[in-house]
């Protein structure tokens, strides 16, 4: 897929807000300071199109952005940071899960993990969560270029088999590198495979 054009949308404090139109929606999520921004930055090919801070769990609201004016790229704030207050926490978990359960509009759900640490319970949980709710989700493996190629690979297929222990099907996942564009075109081309079957099923 060739990413033509970029924008922002609308940033939304709930499902409510968001955009009335029917494109398909890809969101983006992980725990904070996993290189959400700067993953959807390397994907669009725009570097300040996601804000990226030097202080995590810094979105708060529902992002939205229009991809070749055809789908939205959905920026999704980050779960479990240590540093908000449990009011402000409870806040952003009630809007995502009303989002990832109730938005008729998203289409797949893209979790976020650093590839550099073994597997966290906030991120087995949130994946069991997924499952158990039927929500079609991929994985993605972040920060590749913080580890060998085989490290990196190494460390892929342990956290894919501690999923075996309990997943008959694993999600599928994708391994990327915003510092070196890895994992790109796969996952674009993953978007763009989504959408053509969303075509054909509508004819």
């Not at 924008?7 to 009335?20: A, G, L, V």
């Not at 949130?126 to 499952?131: P, T, V």
Request: proline residues 4%; neutral net charge.
């Amino acid at each position: 897929m060739n990413i033509k054009s970029a924008e922002f949308t609308i940033s939304s404090p709930n499902i409510e807000r968001c955009p009335t139109d029917n494109r398909p929606e890809y969101a983006f999520i992980g725990r904070s300071n996993v290189g959400k921004s700067s993953l959807i930055n390397m994907l669009c090919n725009h570097k300040g199109l996601a804000k990226t801070s030097s202080t995590p769990g810094k979105t708060l609201l529902i992002n939205h952005f229009l991809i070749n004016r055809e789908w939205y790229l959905v920026d999704l704030p980050g779960y479990g940071f240590a540093k908000r207050s449990k009011t402000t926490q409870q806040k952003i978990d009630n809007m995502i899960s009303s989002y990832i359960l109730m938005r008729e509009q998203l289409v797949n759900l893209f979790l976020l993990i650093d590839i550099r640490h073994s597997p966290q319970k906030i991120d087995r949980d949130f994946i069991d969560w997924l499952g158990e709710n039927g929500v079609p989700f991929s994985i993605v493996f972040t920060k590749a270029d913080k580890l060998s190629t085989s490290k990196a690979h190494d460390s892929v297929r342990k956290y894919m088999d501690t999923l075996k222990e309990e997943w008959e099907e694993l999600p599928p996942y994708f391994i990327t590198s915003s510092e070196k564009k890895t994992g790109r075109e796969e996952l674009l081309d993953y978007i763009e495979k989504i959408n053509k079957s969303l075509t054909s099923n509508e004819e």
